[in-house]
């Protein structure tokens, strides 16, 4: 390697933030408990300095470095610009919430951080190696996070099974990296495109190890038939950080769909197509279904990101431009809805008392009509009713799959969201026809209570405006995927 | 101010109700009621230019607006009334009017949200009737339903939680596969959602069929025809007296318009071809429908099913367009009809609610010799029950004779079954009228109801005036529709195959 020639300005985002990282890893320790709140200044600067300089090197065309392991296009920097903001929301959310808890320590930010900076490096990699190192990083950070309440049984089964299965996940994913590697001769993405081009690799090891990368990504998406361990994790961790697992890992979770399916293997169209129509079926039939009987909120939830992971499929299994910017622009809405959902159930709860029943949600109307307002544009965002942002996600998903002929999958789609409306519709219902039974005031920093307002707010908006969001992510697509 | 008229219409009572909403909890309730008045008279006041100005010399679009919106999507921002639509931007914004005043009292509890709801409603109904763009139509028309499962559940009766759900959910059901019909036209219109596209499309009829049951499933709910009318009865007996006007006036209406806007025109041949089907549920409405609404003991319910079988002859008009030029009486009968009932019903539930309020029983068992104390009241509900029966000079006798009128040039029979309803509607309404309003004072609630105040005689006068305005001189109303029916039939004609 000419280190003349390295060009290091594609990662910048990510550089700043390990060095920001490693800054506070040691400062903390200097800091005493009660000026903690010093280590989340800092953290949400850095994320601010990390948006910042995003949106200061936005590359207008793709720019790979490091050996082509590494590369910078528009794709990974809208889902970065997008991770930054909301890794800060999520941090805002949750700091009343862990102080609560005794959760209230430098290595919740620093894990934060790290994990954010695994998903960095997952979205920006052009090569398969890159990408299972910010995979591990993303993992071993959130394993960590669940367990970091020692106390908590719950949290600590959460965290055990979470490992154990991603453990899993990740050995699947390599043995199909590895037989992708042994058909193609590279593990490096855009040369294993052009080799399943010219057609010269050897299709039955491709088509095993597409197999098993394609069972390792339907479980870090948490899509059926892997979709076990979403539930129970949901469930255990402590609220904060069930939103911390449940919203930016999507989007990276996503992008690791497209780089691996969507560039790699484009031209494996018709093997993958099937796959994840089954999967897609399944998601959403299970996880609606699935949810109508649950009695705790996160647990629902957790069933609703399945169907929700399913509808993403929908979009993406479609494989063309159409497609993977419906499923981005599904990805992008449905984190911000359930950051918004998770940051109400953060606000509800205080300390000895954790909102985690969907009766907990009674007469939310009555005791705060700000926030019922809020939960109710999310649950009927969810549900998919205009004009709110949802809407346009099912929509654009549901257009690309009827552009491809795809019309019996499409109506099933339709049928599975009418589903899906019962249960948000129940917990509207909790809050607005039931009466309240718990009326301690809700305390909530002011911080938040602005932050949530402009996330619950921001689903109108969009559902009103479109327009912007949806182009930023056909054009994002068009610039990085160069369709063979 | 005429270029953004409909805009108007649309988005001032929607701004209305979100300041409505800003005024906060009960303790400002009186603010609330005042800027909801505001609202909704502007509201009104605004869409009186939308008829005045109607010109009568075609029957194509009015008072368009057109602007890109969702480009990428190929969805625009196009608003535009015709004949068919523009009468109920009106009766919308008067009815708002009505709710609003007819709340004023009653509703005690989280009033800023109950008055915001209506307004927020009345902008995606305006919506709805004026979108030329099938998507927009579709976000008005699915938006409609978040305030009225909110007004059902918060404000309704003991049975609101099931009646909201079964509300939304049967709705919900039908325009979904309404909006994958809208998108797979889409891409045969050649990536546009303009509704004046749809409607010259060339289709094959296997095709025009499926989309019709998709049309169907969604209007039809809507209307709502039998079988699909269960979740009316349901939510009517469990809404407030304000939901019930806005749903059996106003959204009931919207369904059936949606026949008209979308079915007959897109799909000429599928409706053609199923036109026997339609009469026939149709007329299984009006006859059947009739019959269950004479067993009921409560007013509330029989006024729905009353509603059903009033909208059973709406679709019977609509769906007679397939006989011969002569039918433009049938679909004409059928909008004047669609008018009619949207006062008639209001003012029937405004009655009940008027007793509802005072008695908090909606039994007819537990009334008798209402006319006893509240002479005012059983002279105003006397009219509008001679109008629930279909008397002449009433409005309700115009829309239900043109219909027979028109049935009687497809087929004797149907005109003899549709004629059925002037003697039911005339029993359950009269006999109904009779055990409440007329003979002794059943008991010492009755004995101690005070007659209508100014507010409820406001309402009911501004009703009675338009029932008999539009039963003594419908020519008004008819020529507005007149050249669009003709233009709609006209097309209806032409096979698309």
């Known amino acids: 390697m000419n280190w003349a020639d390295l060009n290091l300005m594609p990662a910048m985002p990510e550089i700043f933030l390990l060095a920001a990282l490693s800054v506070i890893l040691v400062l903390d320790l200097f800091i005493p408990d009660e000026r903690r709140g010093l280590t989340y200044g800092l953290s949400l600067l850095t994320l601010a300095g990390c948006a910042a300089i995003q949106y200061l090197t936005w590359p207008t065309a793709p720019v790979e470095t490091f050996s082509h392991m590494y590369v910078a296009d528009a794709l990974g920097a809208t889902i970065k610009l997008m991770m930054y903001v909301s890794t800060a929301a999520v941090l805002v959310y949750t700091r009343q919430y862990v102080a609560d808890r005794g959760m209230f320590r430098g290595e919740y930010y620093t894990l934060a951080l790290f994990a954010l900076l695994g998903m960095d490096v997952m979205v920006s990699a052009s090569h398969f190696l890159t990408l299972y190192i910010g995979l591990e990083l993303l993992s071993l950070a959130l394993y960590a996070l669940i367990a970091l309440r020692r106390d908590s049984a719950s949290a600590s089964e959460a965290a055990m099974k979470y490992f154990v299965l991603g453990a899993l996940a990740s050995g699947l994913l390599l043995y199909g990296m590895s037989m992708v590697y042994g058909g193609t001769g590279s593990l490096q993405i855009s040369t294993i495109a052009h080799v399943i081009h010219a057609g010269t690799g050897n299709t039955v090891l491709l088509v095993f190890g597409l197999v098993f990368l394609v069972a390792g990504l339907c479980f870090k998406l948490g899509a059926v038939p892997f979709h076990m361990w979403v539930p129970d994790v949901y469930q255990g961790s402590p609220t904060a950080v069930t939103l911390m697992v449940g919203a930016a890992p999507k989007l990276a979770a996503f992008v690791f769909l497209i780089r691996i399916l969507g560039q790699g293997m484009q031209n494996m169209l018709v093997d993958w197509q099937g796959m994840l129509m089954m999967v897609a079926v399944l998601s959403m039939a299970i996880g609606n279904i699935t ?50 959902a998770f940051g109400i159930l953060l606000a509800l709860s205080r300390a000895g008392f954790e909102c985690e029943k969907i009766s907990d949600l009674k007469g939310l109307n009555q005791r705060n009509s700000w926030y019922a307002l809020l939960m109710l544009l999310t649950m009927f965002s969810m549900a998919g009713i205009p004009p709110l942002a949802g809407f346009y996600a099912k929509f654009a998903v549901i257009r690309a799959a009827l552009d491809a002929q795809m019309v019996p999958l499409a109506v099933f789609a339709v049928v599975m969201s009418l589903i899906g409306a019962f249960y948000y519709l129940r917990v509207v219902r909790t809050m607005y026809f039931d009466d309240a039974e718990d009326q301690s005031a809700i305390v909530v920093r002011p911080e938040m209570k602005l932050t949530l307002s402009v996330n619950a707010l921001a689903l109108l908006a969009l559902g009103v405006l479109p327009e912007g969001l949806i182009s930023l992510c056909y054009d994002a697509i068009k610039q990085s995927l160069t369709l063979l | 101010m005429l270029t953004n008229l409909l805009s108007l219409v649309i988005w001032v009572p929607v701004l209305f109700g979100l300041l409505v909403l800003t005024t906060g909890g009960d303790e400002r309730a009186g603010l609330a009621r005042w800027i909801a008045l505001v609202g909704a008279l502007a509201g009104f006041l605004l869409s009186i230019p939308l008829f005045t100005s109607f010109t009568e010399l075609h029957g194509g679009m009015q008072f368009e607006e057109m602007r890109p919106w969702i480009t990428t999507l190929g969805i625009n921002y196009h608003l535009g009334v015709d004949g068919l639509s523009m009468l109920f931007v009106v009766l919308n914004s008067f009815t708002t009017l009505i709710v609003v005043i007819a709340g004023w009292q009653v509703i005690q509890k989280r009033t800023a949200q109950y008055m915001a709801a209506f307004l927020i409603m009345s902008g995606m109904i305006n919506g709805a009737f004026a979108a030329m763009d099938a998507i927009l139509f579709y976000v008005f028309f699915e938006a409609m339903l978040i305030p009225m499962y909110l007004i059902i559940g918060v404000w309704g009766g003991p049975r609101r939680v099931y009646a909201s759900i079964k509300f939304f959910l049967y709705t919900l059901l039908g325009s979904l596969l309404m909006l994958v019909a809208f998108i797979y036209l889409y891409f045969k219109a050649g990536n546009t959602f303009e509704i004046a596209a749809f409607q010259d499309l060339k289709l094959a009829f296997d095709v025009q069929i499926m989309l019709f049951i998709a049309f169907f499933l969604s209007f039809a709910v809507k209307v709502p025809m039998w079988p699909v009318h269960t979740w009316l009865p349901d939510a009517h007996v469990e809404a407030p007296t304000g939901g019930s006007i806005v749903l059996a006036a106003i959204t009931l209406k919207i369904g059936a318009y949606g026949f008209l806007r979308f079915a007959l025109p897109i799909v000429p041949d599928a409706s053609r071809a199923l036109s026997g089907v339609m009469i026939t549920l149709s007329l299984i409405a009006v006859v059947y429908i009739g019959l269950v609404a004479l067993v009921q003991t409560d007013m509330k319910k029989l006024v729905a099913y009353s509603s059903i079988s009033h909208m059973g002859f709406v679709t019977l008009g609509i769906f007679m367009f397939a006989g011969n030029t002569q039918n433009v009486w049938a679909v004409e009968g059928a909008l004047i009809q669609m008018v009619s009932h949207g006062f008639v019903s209001a003012a029937m539930f405004f009655c009940i609610g008027v007793m509802y309020d005072r008695v908090h029983s909606r039994n007819i068992a537990d009334y008798g010799g209402v006319a006893n104390t509240m002479p005012i009241f059983a002279a105003f509900m006397m009219l509008f029950s001679m109008a629930n029966s279909g008397l002449p000079a009433t409005s309700g006798f115009v829309g239900e004779f043109m219909v027979i009128l028109g049935a009687v040039q497809v087929n004797f029979w149907y005109a003899v079954l549709a004629a059925t309803t002037l003697i039911f509607g005339a029993a359950y309404t009269l006999w109904m009228f009779k055990r409440v309003i007329f003979g002794e004072i059943a008991n010492a609630h009755v004995a101690a109801l005070k007659d209508v105040n100014k507010r409820e005689f406001l309402v009911l006068a501004l009703l009675a005036l338009t029932v008999l305005g539009m039963g003594l001189y419908p020519q008004a109303f008819i020529d507005k529709m007149h050249l669009s029916v003709n233009d709609l039939i006209a097309h209806v004609a032409q096979s698309k195959l």
């Open chain 1, 291 to 340: 949810a109508i009987v649950q009695t705790n909120i996160k647990r629902m939830l957790a069933y609703s990101t399945i169907s929700h992971m399913g509808f993403l499929l929908v979009g993406f299994l479609v494989g063309n431009a159409e497609g993977y910017s419906s499923a981005m622009y599904y990805a992008i809405i449905y984190v911000l809805m359930s950051m918004a």
